[in-house]
């Protein structure tokens, strides 16, 4: 059972970037999908969340309007489509799959903002 996220990167500032969190060992068709960030000396923030049932996402506020998240159960796979990107946004990116008392987490992919 594991949760791999990948597509981070170094990206100017207003540049896009794209995260994908993969499953492997599990579906991730009934579970709900939460992106985190964790910047250095700050506590890890949700970013952004869809549920299982009817693909219904959350954002926080600071990515309203430049984040976009989505999910492809056919491959297994939740995006997180990030444009527009600022200096603030650089973070280390988790991925989170929640169901009932079950979570499983991705290990984490960094994204810096920087010119």
């Known amino acids: 059972v594991q949760l791999q996220a990948s597509g981070g990167g170094l990206v100017q500032p207003g540049g896009s970037l794209r995260l994908s969190c993969a499953a492997s060992?599990?579906?991730?068709?009934?579970?709900?999908i939460a992106w985190f960030r964790q910047a250095p000396g700050k506590e890890r923030e949700g970013v952004s969340c869809?549920?299982?049932?009817?693909?219904?996402?959350y954002y926080v506020d600071s990515v309203k309007g430049r984040f976009t998240v989505s999910r492809d159960n056919a491959k297994n796979t939740v995006y997180l489509q990030m444009n527009s990107l600022k200096p603030e946004d650089t973070a280390v990116y988790y991925c989170n799959a929640q169901r009932g008392g079950t979570n499983y987490w991705g290990q984490g992919t960094q994204v810096t903002v920087s010119s």
């Open positions: 060992g599990f579906s991730l068709d009934y579970y709900h």
């Open positions: 869809i549920n299982h049932s009817d693909a219904k996402t």
